[in-house]
């Protein structure tokens, strides 16, 4: 099957995105390109597992990668060193306290390595999508001093995990820790950590097929959010 790259245009339906399978085995997962930031694509996108990612310079690009790295709540690997962490370190954790400091200290963390993918663009349209009730934000404070978070998009029973930072050992992973805490209770199914790495893959993330994902994400998305970020 020969697979090409589907590019959006700003002006056309923007909850429309191709088929899944379509996606590009070279570059693993690139879907489409072009297209908007829009509270109304990004939720289109996350509804169908799909989500943007691109550097400065580069074109909107959307990805649907196969495998994809999950996490599911009850299967958060929670380590003696890292239970130790939550009960002495100090870290006082907030949900939604300060979204748009989380995103900058994610962007900053990426400026000092090799880049960053959350542009200015990316930056306005999820403060957007917080601004709506759609993203939402963890928070790690030392001191009364912002130390670690991570920030992601919430539909349903589904928590898509965007970007993480730690400026103190075991930090965004305590943010992890209190997000999977609550999600247990209120019945979270699913955090989409989108590609693997060493950090997620300590904590119990898990590669899944596209497909697999793809389901549970259309039934995980399709009623009320859980109350993951309403409560005390």
Request: aromatic letters at 10%; a neutral charge; hydrophobic letters at 40%.
């Amino acid at each position: 099957m020969n697979k090409t790259i589907t590019w959006l245009t700003a002006e056309g339906d923007h909850e429309w995105f191709p088929p899944l399978e379509q996606a590009l085995d070279e570059p693993e997962g690139l879907l489409a390109a072009g297209g908007d930031l829009s509270p109304a694509r990004l939720l289109a996108a996350y509804r169908r597992g799909i989500f943007p990612w691109y550097s400065a310079g580069q074109p909107l690009l959307w990805w649907s990668p196969n495998p994809r790295e999950v996490l599911e709540p009850g299967e958060f690997k929670c380590s003696r060193s890292l239970a130790k962490t939550l009960r002495n370190r100090g870290f006082e954790v907030s949900f939604d306290r300060d979204f748009a400091a989380v995103v900058e200290a994610c962007a900053r963390r990426r400026e000092h390595s090799s880049g960053t993918w959350i542009t200015p663009e990316m930056h306005a349209a999820y403060c957007e999508l917080h601004t709506r009730g759609h993203a939402h934000s963890v928070e790690v404070r030392l001191a009364e001093k912002l130390v670690g978070g991570l920030y992601g998009v919430l539909i349903g029973r589904v928590f898509f995990g965007e970007s993480m930072f730690s400026h103190e050992r075991d930090a965004s992973k305590a943010a992890l820790a209190r997000l999977v805490e609550r999600g247990v209770v209120a019945g979270l199914t699913l955090i989409d950590c989108q590609l693997p790495t060493p950090h997620l893959r300590s904590l119990g993330s898990k590669s899944m097929d596209r497909s697999e994902f793809s389901a549970l994400v259309r039934a995980g998305t399709g009623g009320p959010d859980v109350p993951l970020f309403s409560t005390p």
